[in-house]
C-alpha cells in the first residue's frame, strides 16, 4: 500500500528541538519530490519544506535557517529537523509527496501522511 | 508569494443541492507555454489529512467523484460540488503551484443543514 507515515512530534519548550519523521511505503522517496505541510489549530494549511530528487532544499520565509529537511534513502524516509521551536510552530506537521511528471516537480500533493502534532509551549 | 483568498469562508447546504467555491489568486496562475492553470483543490474531512480532488485547475484526480469539477482561468477559479451527499461534509482548500513559496487559500467549511 502506497503511504506516508509521520512520527516524532511531542510537546517541546521554546527554543527547543525536534526531528519529525516519515516513513514512505509503496514508493521510494529517492525518486520522488517530497515536502511538509503544516496546520495550526484550527488553521488553515501553510506549506513549510520540500526537498527534490537532487538534494536541493527550499523553504518558506517562516521557517528558513531554523528548519531542515532531509531523506535517507536507505531507510525510505523523509525528516523535518526543527529548532529554535516558537509558539507559532505548533501545528500537525503533515508529509506530502509532490507530484511529479519525469523528473519534473509539478507542485501539488498527491499523497498525504496523517500528521505529527508538534506542540510548542512553556 | 502569491495571496489566494477563498469565498464564501463558510456555507451551509441541503442534500442533493449544488455547492459553489470560489478562489480567487493574487496574480494569474496561467502559464502560457503550456495552456495550463497550477491550480489545485483539496478536501479535509474532520480528523483527517487533506486529499487531492483536483489539479490543473479542472482535471479529477483518479478515484474522485464526477460530482465534483473544476473550473476557471488566469486568477478566478471554482469548485462546483453537484448532488451534495453527507460525507462531503468537510473544509476545501485552493493551492496554487505556479511559484514557491506554494500558497494555499484559507479553506471552505462545507456543512450540510
Known amino acids: 500500500e502506497v503511504q506516508l507515515v509521520e512520527s516524532g512530534g511531542g510537546l517541546v519548550q521554546p527554543g527547543g528541538s525536534l526531528r519529525l519523521a516519515c516513513a514512505a511505503s509503496?514508493?521510494?522517496?529517492?525518486?520522488?519530490?517530497m515536502s511538509w505541510v503544516r496546520q495550526a489549530p484550527g488553521k488553515g494549511l501553510e506549506w513549510v519544506s520540500a526537498i527534490y530528487t537532487s538534494d536541493n532544499e527550499f523553504y518558506a520565509d517562516s521557517v528558513k535557517g531554523r528548519f531542515t529537511i532531509s531523506r535517507d534513502n536507505s531507510n525510505n524516509t523523509v525528516y523535518l529537523q526543527l529548532n529554535s521551536l516558537r509558539a507559532e510552530d505548533t501545528a500537525a506537521y503533515f508529509c506530502?509527496?509532490?507530484?511529479?511528471?519525469?523528473?519534473?516537480?509539478?507542485?501539488?500533493?498527491?499523497?498525504w501522511g496523517r500528521g505529527s502534532l508538534v506542540t510548542v509551549s512553556s | 508569494d502569491i495571496v489566494m483568498t477563498q469565498s464564501p469562508d463558510s456555507l451551509a447546504m441541503s442534500l442533493g443541492e449544488r455547492a459553489t467555491i470560489n478562489c480567487k489568486s493574487s496574480r494569474s496562475l496561467f502559464y502560457n507555454s503550456n495552456n495550463k492553470n497550477y491550480l489545485a483543490w483539496y478536501q479535509q474531512k474532520p480528523g483527517q489529512s487533506p486529499k487531492l480532488l483536483i489539479y490543473w485547475a479542472s482535471t479529477r484526480e483518479s478515484g474522485v467523484p464526477d460530482r465534483f469539477t473544476g473550473s476557471g482561468s488566469g486568477t478566478d477559479f471554482t469548485l462546483t460540488i453537484n448532488n451534495l451527499q453527507a460525507g462531503d461534509v468537510a473544509v476545501y482548500y485552493c493551492?496554487?503551484?505556479?511559484?514557491?513559496?506554494?500558497?494555499f487559500g484559507q479553506g471552505t467549511r462545507l456543512e450540510i443543514e
Open positions: 506530502a509527496r509532490i507530484s511529479s511528471t519525469g523528473w519534473t516537480p509539478l507542485g501539488y500533493f498527491d499523497l
Open positions: 509503496g514508493f521510494t522517496v529517492k525518486s520522488h519530490f
Open positions: 493551492q496554487q503551484y505556479y511559484t514557491t513559496p506554494w500558497t
